[in-house]
């Protein structure tokens, strides 16, 4: 088992206790917990991938959907409002999966519901 996994369990089994007001030492901060964490981490022969920078990545990835010249505007709201919701769906921008909305799989509305800046009322996405 890879050490971030289960330093996932340790995580969530914190929150139940922290959520049930248990009083003792929090599994977390065990000394025992985190030597298995810390060796499990050291020998699961994994590297971490570096992590999405919002600051430095955002605006690159900004620009190169704005950028595509072929697509319309529609299509171009469409791909940059999947990417941020698919990264507020997924809750970590590194954590980007199969489960995250496609581009099929999101309905914007006819243009003239849009609102006066040219921006979708609404947006349907479907996940499959």
Not at 113 to 118: F, R
């Amino acid at each position: 088992m890879m050490g971030g996994t289960i330093r996932i369990y340790i995580g969530v089994i914190t929150s139940v206790c922290n959520e049930f007001y248990y009083s003792g030492v929090s599994p977390a901060s065990h000394q025992l917990i985190r030597d298995l964490v810390k060796s499990h981490q050291e020998t699961d022969g994994t590297e971490s991938t570096a992590s999405f920078d919002m600051f430095i990545d955002l605006p690159k990835i900004y620009d190169s959907c704005w950028a595509i010249r072929f697509w319309s505007s529609e299509k171009r709201l469409m791909c940059w409002v999947m990417f941020l919701l698919a990264i507020c769906i997924m809750a970590r921008a590194s954590d980007m999966t199969q489960f995250c909305p496609k581009y099929e799989d999101i309905l914007l509305p006819p243009a003239h519901l849009w609102d006066i800046d040219g921006y979708p009322k609404w947006i349907d996405i479907g996940l499959t």
